[in-house]
């Protein structure tokens, strides 16, 4: 009896030790795909730095860019990254309902983020201003497509760990998707900030 009680022990606590190197393992994943994507924006950033002043006589960043619709998105995204800062505190106090409110929350702030970058696509290409017009408007859509796109990623990976969160609760496994998501989202605000200094701000100046 005391040998198979000692036997179903070591099997729990082998399997826990297994559980716990799988996290460990997924969480290690998750920081070589957060380092490649640096990497992605890093080689991004200096193809548009190059690209920049290509305007092969079409219109200019001057010409182009709407500062308070950009100002509204950095506002709207910095808001958002709040947000996801108060599910995560929501979390460790236990608050599931609180912690899903505060994941909606940063949802709708992302996806008001990507309205209203999709209009100010919209709006350039009406003006004439393609990804094909000019070496500048190539890197421009580039970079600045490939970070809305990290968000839209985002959102869809927000909808499915609310709906996780509301069948099964916090566990350790939702608490750790909900740190690596916060993690992820607070990443797109900090390569925001470089996009709004070096496309739209230098853009301007």
Not at 197 to 202: A, E, R
Request: glycine fraction near 10%; include cysteine.
């Amino acid at each position: 009896m005391a040998k198979s009680v000692a036997h179903h022990h070591n099997e729990e606590h082998g399997h826990e030790h297994v559980h716990h190197d799988l996290d460990s393992l997924k969480s290690f994943g998750f920081w070589i795909f957060l380092m490649t994507d640096v990497i992605i924006f890093g080689c991004l950033f200096a193809v548009y730095v190059v690209l920049r002043n290509n305007t092969a006589g079409g219109p200019t960043a001057d010409e182009l860019f709407k500062m308070p619709g950009v100002i509204a998105e950095t506002f709207i995204l910095l808001t958002s990254s709040f947000t996801s800062g108060l599910a995560v505190l929501a979390m460790h106090a236990g608050k599931r309902n609180q912690l899903i409110g505060w994941l909606a929350v940063t949802f709708l702030l992302g996806a008001a983020f990507i309205t209203l970058e999709v209009t100010e696509f919209i709006d350039m290409v009406h003006e004439g201003a393609t990804i094909a017009t000019s070496g500048f408007l190539s890197g421009f859509f580039t970079l600045v497509g490939t970070h809305g796109l990290h968000v839209s990623i985002g959102l869809v990976w927000m909808i499915g760990l609310m709906l996780q969160l509301r069948k099964r609760g916090i566990t350790k496994v939702t608490k750790r998707k909900v740190e690596v998501l916060s993690l992820y989202w607070h990443f797109l605000d900090v390569v925001w900030i470089f996009v709004l200094t070096v496309v739209y701000l230098m853009g301007v100046m």
